[in-house]
């Protein structure tokens, strides 16, 4: 028997939000707009991505800022995207990563963190970009939607080698940045790509019992989905003209099933997915009685989001 699988296609994005104007000896915003990334949660690949700065000097007598970049919601203990986004991820300074820029708790600026920016002579002195490495672990288990962070910055302004004040803080939310989790579902039998597999429940004799077989489906998504079974005839025949069918048993993941019947699940653990076992029964009693022929059907299983599906874990029945 055979069997037909629906996939889908999974984009992530990723941008820094605008800056806007604050009071203080320095200003900080993201540089440019609709920056995107690429994110799988089933990839085994972690992301990596250069995002930039742009610093604007404040206060005329400024000449350089040194600062650090804060997660100021961090998940026990660990940084996080959103409320129940990614976890782990950081920032590095792409001139010096030995040099700690990133946080999520109470550090402050000091000689021994922050990246450090110098200011040049005149107005065209004022704005200086600089670059940072984005890393998002890969496999994170997150569920289709949106993941904002706000990122605060704290820092202090130099004359010279004179500070000019104490620490200053920009606020969470002039820069940040906003994750996007889409909804997405994909299935294959046996291995990735493949969307159709074969039970051969082999050459049944007289007096042979019962014979199973089955194949393994696994699932990917990033939403509750659910799983409709369909069969070309619900029963095994030797062609479309055979009035007599050999009926056969499903089970799904371990639930038994028929045609017309649907199975939901809960969104998929990451990055492996969900295995789905169907296996395929027939009796012996029944072979039998039946004449001698090649006997087959088609079954077709459809994967397909589920919104709106009340929380719980793993699959069952609809």
């Keep these: 028997m055979k069997h037909l699988l629906l996939s889908g296609l999974s984009l992530i994005g990723l941008a820094l939000a605008p800056g806007m104007a604050q009071a203080g000896c320095a200003d900080f915003a993201s540089a440019g707009t609709g920056l995107s990334i690429q994110y799988d949660p089933f990839s085994n690949t972690p992301v990596n991505r250069i995002l930039t700065l742009r ?7 400024a000449t350089s800022v040194r600062f650090i970049v804060v997660d100021p919601n961090p998940a026990a203990g660990a940084s996080r995207l959103g409320v129940a986004g990614p976890e782990g991820y950081d920032i590095a300074w792409t ?3 030995s040099q700690p820029v ?17 200011f040049g002579s005149g107005p065209s002195g004022d704005v200086v970009h600089e670059t ?9 288990s997150v569920g289709a939607g949106d993941y904002y962070e706000p990122l605060e910055i704290r820092y202090v302004c130099y004359s010279g080698n004179d500070r000019l004040d104490g620490v200053e803080v920009q606020s969470a939310g002039r820069v940040a940045i906003d994750l996007e ?23 049944l004799g007289r007096g042979q019992g019962s014979a199973t077989g089955g194949v393994v489906i696994t699932a990917q998504s990033t939403s509750p989905y659910e799983i409709s079974v369909g069969a070309k005839w619900g ?21 038994s099933v028929e045609r017309g019947d649907t199975v939901v699940c809960d969104r998929t653990p990451a990055p492996s997915g969900r295995s789905h076992a169907l296996q395929i029964g027939v009796n012996g009693e029944d072979v039998m009685t039946r004449p001698a022929g090649a006997y087959s059907d088609v079954v077709t299983l459809t ?16």
């Design 55 to 61: 610093v604007s000097r404040v206060t005329p007598s």
């Design 95 to 97: 001139q010096d990563a």
């Design 102 to 118: 990133f946080f999520h708790g109470a550090e402050q600026p000091n000689a021994t963190n922050g990246a450090v920016v110098s």
């Design 132 to 140: 940072f490495r984005l890393s998002v672990p890969a496999g994170q």
């Design 181 to 203: 989790t889409p909804e997405m579902i994909s299935a294959w039998v046996g291995s990735v790509g493949n969307r159709r597999g074969e039970i051969d429940l082999g050459v």
């Design 235 to 255: 029963v095994l025949r030797r062609s479309e003209a055979d009035a007599t069918g050999l009926p056969y048993s499903m089970r799904l993941g371990g639930l």
């Design 303 to 318: 994967f397909a989001p589920r919104l709106g599906l009340a929380a719980q874990s793993g699959c069952s029945a609809a």
